[in-house]
């Protein structure tokens, strides 16, 4: 009667639970200030169609996540008048976080180890299909599209020369001082 209450767990499922945990996190840790992203004084026309690219280029590589974030919430809020594609999705994304991303061991099925590349192909195949098969492709299609026009913009137009990495990613000058962003995308 001392464990009235408790639930029994396996460990493995705990250790599961809390490596998924740290890799969430870990992902996520990449995730900008909402506030840096959209600070007022940081946007301003680029020059030349040059510049808007690097801007691009430097911008995505620095708010991934965030970016990330964005189109997958347009691609949900256009799924919410399609209840089946909706289930399917969450559904998929689910399918992919606990066979692909959250995964540190190799995926074992009927005592055969199944090559990351291959579980890459059969829940890419999965997906698409299953999302044709419930009609929204053209909304599925524009929904990333203005994902990724919104991104674009954004890119374009969010000056870099404010962005900082940590040390590891950016380096170091010899005086241990760290460059901005837009500095160290030159070399």
Known sequence: MANYGTIPTDSSSVDFISTAKERIKLGLGTLRPWREMIHRYAFDIPSNVGEALVRVRINVAYFRMNYTIIVLLILFFSLLWHPISLIVFVVMMAAWLFLYFLRDVPLVIVGRTIDDRAVLIV?????????????????????????????????????????????????????????????????
């Open 123 to 187: 829940l890419s195949v999965i997906t698409i299909v299953a999302l044709l098969l419930t009609q929204v492709t053209l909304n599925i299609v524009g929904s990333l599209l203005t994902g990724l026009a919104v991104v674009l913009v954004h890119g374009a137009f969010r000056k870099t020369e404010d962005l900082f990495l940590d040390e590891e990613a950016m380096g170091s000058d010899g005086n241990g001082l760290t460059r901005p962003l837009s500095a160290s995308s030159s070399s």
